[in-house]
């Protein structure tokens, strides 16, 4: 991995992300950037599992061992140095960044979200809250974004969108499945390679 960017990937829960980029980097797809840390907040994770399991090394930050927004980061900032990282990933990570940690790490910091944004984005708007909120609207389209994380939640710049058809008879839960196989799992891949790429000419 010398040659190539380090990647830390941010995890919260059962890491199907994490996933979508270790398959990507197994099969070449991601080839300028390698997964070298996983982060968790929940020690129970199985995002945790799947890493391990790639042999990618881990850490857990939780809340109750770093209970403030500082400590966590402070922690959070050591392990991302101490493993030479250039690319943070936000995969299903549920604890908002401050507006000091994304500054240190201006446009090295990517989320996916399941929506188009700007629509069904920003505080509040995460998991099947969002699907729920597009079907409750009677939107007749969805999809995925990929953004560069700043201060302002889903507020950063977006790097990549795909559109996900909604069908009749969509429940919230069918909906996530569908924009996860159509959109999630393919953009966040792309836009990881397309980071490291422009990261490792640096």
Not at 46 to 56: F, P, S
Request: charged share 20%; hydrophobic share 45%; with cysteine.
């Amino acid at each position: 991995m010398e040659d190539k960017v380090k990647i830390a990937v941010l995890v919260s829960g059962g890491g199907t992300n994490l996933q979508a980029l270790l398959d990507a980097q197994k099969s070449g797809a991601l080839h300028s950037g390698g997964i070298a840390l996983v982060v968790s907040n929940k020690e129970n994770a199985y995002a945790l599992t799947r890493a391990k399991n790639a042999g990618v090394p881990t850490a857990v930050l939780s809340k109750s061992a770093y209970p403030t927004q500082k400590a966590f980061e402070d922690a959070l900032c050591s392990l991302l140095e101490e493993n030479d990282i250039g690319l943070v990933i936000l995969a299903g990570f549920l604890r908002i960044l401050s507006a000091d940690f994304t500054r240190r790490y201006d446009k090295r910091i990517l989320n996916v979200h399941p929506s188009l944004i700007p629509s069904f984005c920003g505080e509040g708007f995460y998991g099947l809250r969002v699907h729920e909120a597009a079907l409750q609207r009677g939107v007749k389209v969805t999809g995925a974004t990929v953004h560069f994380v700043n201060e302002i939640p889903d507020g950063g710049e977006i790097l990549l969108q795909k559109a996900v058809e909604i069908l009749p008879g969509d429940t919230p839960e069918i909906l996530q499945k569908r924009v996860m196989e159509q959109a999630e799992w393919i953009l966040l891949p792309q836009a990881a390679e397309q980071v490291s790429a422009a990261l490792a000419k640096q």
